[in-house]
């Protein structure tokens, strides 16, 4: 079961995607609410080097508070994760959680079209990098 959006981005480098997923997500109406750098953390908590790999919680405010007042428990699965990482020199892969595959699990119809509703901002935004 695919359970995110996947693009590869090829001759551009890290620092460039990473603008370009911001940029994208912006356009969309999501900000970032957290920006992860793994690579570091990894290389700072276990002295291990790893590629570089971000992973950014992307938030529309709108579709928050909707959902959040649509199951009072929904915070457990936001912010959208987008998770973005070199295997290669100028070889970047995007991937973005898929919403309504996330809310398979939650019993809430009014839920799941909201889900859908945020599913279509981030089919956008993969397919505009």
Known sequence: MKYYFK???ENTNFDHALEAVREALQTEGF????DLDMQATIK???NTDFRKYRILGACNPPFALRSLQTESTI???LPCNVAIQEWEKDRIE???IDPAMA???VENQTMKEIANEINTKLEKVINNL
């Open 7 to 9: 693009k590869i981005l």
């Open 44 to 46: 700072n908590k276990l």
């Open 94 to 96: 995007v991937n973005i």
């Open 103 to 105: 809310m398979q699990a």
């Open 31 to 34: 900000g970032i609410v957290f």
């Open 75 to 77: 915070g457990t699965l």
